[in-house]
């Protein structure tokens, strides 16, 4: 067996004993690095951006943060264990921490480091606001996007490896062309479309978990609604970008807040 055929046999060796299940959507996902190497690379990243910027603490939104994120992370645990996953969240670590910047934005570390900046709260609005990103940010965290991103990254080296391994005999003009357009093909067929995708899933599950939550997830459309117009329009195609676009974000939502309210009844909660 020559090496090039080598190296496809050992590429799927990896993708067939490196996966893991979404307990939320049932399907398979990329777990080529395991969360307990990432969770402690991920905590010390988020200690050392706590001690590098102004966290605030002890203030009104400050503790609405960390209230409505205790909220939303009981509620997946609610989901988890009436659905036969029970301890799913071991190792998880959650922090909910407000951060004095302009940005309108919030994020999440793997094992459930969650930041939100001031400049996000106008947006939010109010409470069930806050619940609707809290949501999505916790969703990331349950999902393991952050272990599919890097696993993704893995293989995105490797198909790199194997081009190069492919196109080995060509002339350096030609190679240099190939590996540009597998970089760019990857980017934006792959890495983009595969970002996007995580996006939407976490809208879905934070959706569930907020309404479960008790908060009524009609308001999750609203946030972005409020997204949209704050952007004034100013945002890349979504072809070429991580995120949907928030048209089709508010359109994905809106189809399912009933779904979101379905799931929350079989909780004992409803909404008018």
């Known amino acids: ?32 690095v395991p969360n307990s190497q990432i969770f402690p690379t991920a905590f010390q990243q ?33 989901w988890l264990t ?5 301890g799913y969240l071991e190792g998880y670590a959650w922090e909910y921490k407000l951060v004095d910047s302009k940005e309108v934005n919030a994020w999440c570390m793997p094992g459930g480091k969650i930041v939100f900046y001031t400049g996000i709260l106008p947006i939010c609005k109010d409470d069930a606001g806050i619940a609707a990103v809290m949501g999505h940010e916790v969703a990331h965290a349950l999902a393991n996007h952050g272990q599919q991103r890097m696993s993704a990254g893995l293989l995105q080296q490797l198909g790199a490896l194997g081009t190069q391994v492919a ?17 760019i093909g990857t980017q934006v067929g792959g890495m983009l479309p595969f970002s996007r995708a995580h996006e939407s899933e ?3 599950i934070g959706l569930t978990l907020m309404a479960i939550a008790g908060y009524d997830p009609i308001n999750a459309v ?18 070429l970008s991580t995120h949907p676009s928030n048209e089709t974000r508010i359109k994905e939502l809106t189809a399912l ?15 008018k």
């Open 167 to 183: 196109i080995g005999d060509k002339d350096p003009k030609t190679q240099a062309l190939i590996m540009q357009a597998y970089g």
């Open 202 to 204: 976490a809208d879905m």
């Open 46 to 78: 988020y200690s050392q951006f706590l001690s590098e910027n102004k966290v605030i603490s002890g203030t009104t939104d400050a503790k609405r943060i960390e209230t409505i994120g205790t909220k939303i992370k009981t509620a997946s645990e609610r």
């Open 82 to 86: 009436a659905n036969g996953h029970a």
């Open 1 to 32: 067996m020559n090496f090039k055929f080598k190296f496809i046999a050992f590429a799927i060796l990896i993708l067939v004993v490196s996966c893991a299940k979404n307990p939320f959507t049932g399907k398979s996902t990329m777990a080529l």
């Open 257 to 271: 807040v009933p779904q979101a309210k379905a799931e929350a009844a079989k909780f004992g909660v409803t909404f």
């Open 222 to 239: 609203k946030v972005w609604e409020r997204m949209s117009a704050n952007s004034g329009g100013q945002a890349p195609p979504q072809i």
